[in-house]
């Protein structure tokens, strides 16, 4: 046995997925930052430290199994980072270009519709309960990841880790292309964006929210989960739709009762991310032809490592 295979004997591919995306964003600060990034430094140490910390996490819950804190991060540290790797993403996103890109994405949207979807769908349908329920709808992608991997936890522990490995997998490669391809989505007509967007050249801004729609308690608690969890430039591909599409695939497999549940959900969750104007419509196709290629092969990878 080789040096580096005795110290990965205990590892998953849910770990070396989660230490490769850190060592390969680490590299491209490194090479790629320009200037660009604020404090560079920092990155590379939290990525490096990461790296180290998931090895300890891997070796402390093989040596100490019963210990109920190695145990606990072993299982749910990727889980844990997806919030920190996403906003991370948003420092990060002008890596490759130096403003983001929905200019182009407004005019593609408005060429392929002759009219722009996330605007229009709200504004056609003002009605709370409407409003309401597709708000809701988005809020559920949040309970559906949490409650998917904690049933598949409890219930067999082998499906857990092949609904986590895939997961991560889909999400870390949606987190590379918006460092790639910063989009802030349709919230460039109504939030204000950074200088790295002239929001002044955009058609609909400022736009407002129908009066009837900003009643409902669904839109205000999306209003302060967007603003203390989202990110900009984070809206192509929709993750969203990418990590739902995943959920529904293991759970269709794995929770059987609660499969057409969750596919109710996913297809409600896919019209929301246009409804409630945190997607372009063609973010929400990128997301489902990301998930149809990233899951196969999120598959294979799983069970070959």
């Known amino acids: ?68 804190f190695f145990s606990f991060f072993r299982h749910f540290y990727p889980l844990l980072l997806y919030a920190f790797l996403y906003r991370e993403s948003e420092q990060l996103n002008f890596l490759f270009v130096d403003k983001y890109l929905d200019p182009a994405f407004i005019a593609l949207e408005e060429r392929i519709f002759g009219f722009q979807p996330a605007v229009a769908f709200m504004s056609a349908f003002p009605q709370p309960w409407v ?112 990590a739902a599409i995943c959920v529904l695939f293991l759970s269709w497999r794995y929770l059987l009762r609660a499969r057409y549940l969750i596919l109710a959900a996913t297809v409600a969750l896919s019209f929301a991310t246009v409804y409630c104007r945190y997607h372009y419509a063609l973010d929400v196709f990128a997301g489902a032809a990301t998930a149809g290629v990233l899951i196969p092969l999120g598959e294979w990878l799983y069970r070959r490592y």
């Open 1 to 68: 046995m080789t040096p580096w295979a005795g110290m990965t004997r205990n590892y998953r591919f849910v770990d070396y997925a989660t230490q490769g995306y850190l060592f390969l964003v680490g590299v491209l600060i490194l090479f790629f930052h320009k200037g660009r990034v604020p404090h560079p430094q920092m990155f590379l140490l939290a990525h490096g430290a990461g790296i180290l910390v998931i090895h300890a996490f891997v070796v402390g819950s093989a040596r100490w199994p019963e210990n109920r």
């Open 131 to 242: 409003s309401e329920f597709f708000f809701m709808s988005y809020f559920s992608y949040y309970v559906m990841i949490a409650a998917v991997g904690l049933a598949l936890y409890f219930r067999r522990r082998e499906e857990f880790w092949h609904y986590l490995a895939v997961l991560s997998f889909v999400f870390f490669v949606c987190f590379l292309a918006f460092i790639a391809l910063p989009v802030a989505g349709p919230p460039a007509f109504y939030m204000e964006i950074p200088k790295y967007l002239d929001q002044q050249r955009l058609p609909y801004y400022p736009l407002e929210f129908p009066p009837s729609v900003t009643l409902g308690p669904f839109f205000h608690l999306m209003g302060f989960l967007y603003s203390t969890f989202e990110t900009g430039g984070g809206a192509f591909p929709s993750s969203h739709v990418a």
